[in-house]
């Protein structure tokens, strides 16, 4: 942008153009100098100057939207007292359409739980969800109830008792896609539900992966809205032992059943 504001200032020359080049490009100056190097016509100036002034004009719409939010969280009743209970700090990523303001903690205070503790959840996405359900859990009677109004739950095209299609149904719910995109964040992430994303996709590939992590993360947001509890999540390597702990306990009760005894190889 410093680049491009130079040039509608009449600054034509390369080198002083790269002058402004981000030390973290991987092109050198000599390669931007060269990019930069043409003829600079009236009309295409006057163009580039139209797009920046509209950039800029967007840009502090943004910024009154988030002053307007700002005070719109401001307005509801806080659940917790920031003050008492403080929300401990944690190294996020920060991305250029996060608020003017600190929306993690505004969330904290509405929601009364941080629900960005929950892996590939961050603020912009927890607030989308908060939109669009609230944070009255009441509505629904379990969280599988809450799943299926996400349409997160296989829907069965059945025909003469027999199951034709097994699909999630459609819908336009702005949670559902804000669901979906934390279960994809997860891929190669060190965490239980990391593990549980990685070890769907091998089975049954990517978009069931995404809809049965979106469907998981989905019921812990239920269940800490509606029991006001905190999360800690065990890791990967955690999961890992429980997923095979419980894969022993089934080849036990089947074994049972067939009157057999499992019994393990020597070390």
Not at 1 to 9: S, W
Not at 184 to 204: M, Q
Request: glycine content about 4%.
């Amino acid at each position: 942008m410093l680049i491009i504001r130079d040039i509608i200032a009449g600054v034509h020359n390369p080198v002083m153009l790269t002058q402004h080049r981000n030390p973290r490009c991987h092109s050198t100056e000599d390669e931007i100098a060269k990019a930069l190097t043409g003829n600079y016509r009236q009309e295409h100036l006057f163009a580039l100057q139209q797009a920046v002034e509209l950039y800029d004009f967007y840009t502090k719409q943004i910024e009154h939207c988030d002053t307007e939010i700002e005070e719109m969280y401001s307005s509801f009743i806080p659940k917790v007292d920031i003050l008492t209970i403080p929300l401990p700090p944690v190294k996020t990523r920060k991305r250029k359409n996060n608020p003017n303001f600190d929306l993690r903690e505004k969330l904290y205070q509405t929601c009364g739980v941080d629900l960005t503790r929950i892996d590939g959840l961050d603020s912009i996405l927890v607030q989308d969800i908060i939109s669009e359900i609230g944070v009255d859990m009441s509505k629904w009677k379990t969280s599988k109830h809450f799943a299926s109004w996400l349409r997160l739950c296989p829907y069965n095209d059945i025909s003469g008792g027999k199951v034709l299609k097994r699909r999630t149904g459609k819908t336009t719910n702005r949670a559902n896609l804000a669901f979906r995109l934390a279960a994809r964040s997860t891929n190669r992430s060190d965490s239980e539900i990391g593990a549980f994303y990685r070890r769907i996709k091998a089975r049954h590939g990517a978009p069931i992966a995404i809809t049965a992590t979106a469907h998981k993360i989905a019921r812990i947001v239920y269940h800490l809205l509606k029991y006001q509890e905190g999360y800690e999540d065990s890791g990967a390597e955690a999961y890992e032992i429980q997923y095979q702990a419980r894969i022993l306990k089934n080849l036990q009760r089947k074994a049972k059943k067939l009157g057999m005894v499992l019994t393990p190889l020597a070390a």
